[in-house]
């Protein structure tokens, strides 16, 4: 079964609300996809429908090739983590992670495995009621590993985590799509994402809006614009506006410059007698690239009811 998931047309509707306009979109093996999106942009309504937990009006959810329904043992095949609320208060999370197991055919072997993977150990025996949000995820990423799956979902997996779980969720998941999984996780920050995804699915009003490589949308964002420092801000303005140059000054005297590439920029430079000490390629965050990406795709909540 090769590890992909793949999202073909989906459609659905509830009420008068359009939750699915058309979502299509493919998940491969071997890199972290975010699937990002304003509010209401329909990205827990496809993972569900993906887990086969709710249908669609239209199209189809694909794991390996494969309706989530027709899989036998399905957590060796899909990891998920949905609703990380979803548990037995009085239940140790070791034992409701045994139960996972029993209903698999796995063993408390692999229990043990994951709840160190997943940092849990020294909670594991405590009742899961009395766990912090950051840790009920970390049970949720310990039972979706479970069956060792080579597809993950991961709904805003991030939710609850303090910055040192943040950072250890960063690293599982880059290195689960090192070995070849197909990792698909929800944020609808962008700054969680940030140093994780290498592919990001954008959703908005219930279709794709881009997708797009990392890189290469904070490239295009960036817009092959240069950054600039210099002791004399003003002349470098003027030097660089008379060569044709659209320049713009940041409060704390930074310079932007479009319209030149950076080698004409230090021409320029030189040839005003202009000092600087900083020339180096414009890079806009992950979070502006994406804000631009979706400008015109956010859902008004209040408007849209
Ligand atoms: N069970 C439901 N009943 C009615 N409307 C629903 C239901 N589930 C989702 N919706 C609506 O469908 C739209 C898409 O919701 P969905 O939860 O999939 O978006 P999302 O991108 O996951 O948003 P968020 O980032 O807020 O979690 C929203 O307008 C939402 O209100």
């Not at 989530?68 to 998920?80: E, I, N, T």
């Not at 609703?83 to 698999?104: M, N, V, Y």
């Not at 150990?121 to 069956?147: K, V």
């Not at 390629?281 to 015109?296: G, I």
């Amino acid at each position: 079964m090769r590890a992909t998931i793949e999202v073909s047309g989906l459609r659905k509707r509830y009420g008068g609300t359009t939750a699915l306009d058309g979502m299509t979109f493919t998940v491969p093996p071997g890199r972290v996809t975010g699937f990002v999106g304003p509010n209401g942009a329909g990205k827990s309504t496809t993972m569900r429908v993906i887990l086969g937990l709710d249908a669609a009006d239209e199209g189809h959810a694909l794991v390996g090739g494969r309706p989530y329904r027709s899989l036998r043992d399905p957590l060796r095949h899909v990891g998920a983590l949905l609703d990380a609320g979803a548990l037995q208060p009085s239940r140790t999370g070791r034992d409701h992670l045994l139960w996972l197991a029993h209903s698999q055919g796995l063993g408390a072997r692999r229990v043990d495995e994951v709840i160190e993977q997943a940092g849990l150990t020294p909670a594991a025996r405590r009742r899961a009621g009395g766990y912090s949000l950051g840790m009920r995820q970390r049970l949720g990423i310990a039972a979706s590993l479970l069956g060792d799956p080579p597809m993950l979902l991961l709904d805003e997996p991030v939710n609850g985590l303090d910055p040192e779980g943040i950072v250890w969720i960063r690293g599982l998941l880059r290195a689960l799509a090192a070995e070849g999984r197909a990792v698909l996780v929800s944020s609808h920050l962008m700054s969680e994402l940030a140093d994780t995804a290498d592919h990001l699915v954008v959703a908005g009003r219930g279709r794709v809006v881009a997708d797009v490589g990392v890189a290469e949308l904070i490239a295009r964002a960036s817009r092959g614009r240069v950054a600039l420092r210099s002791a004399e801000p003003s002349r470098a303005m003027a030097a660089l506006s008379a060569a044709g140059a659209e320049v713009s000054a940041d409060d704390r005297g930074a310079l932007t410059v479009s319209g030149l590439p950076s080698e004409h920029v230090v021409a320029v430079l030189n040839a005003n007698a202009v000092p600087f000490h900083e020339v180096s390629a414009h890079r806009v965050t992950l979070e502006a690239a994406y804000m631009e990406l979706t400008r015109d795709a956010v859902e008004y909540r209040g408007a849209a009811r």
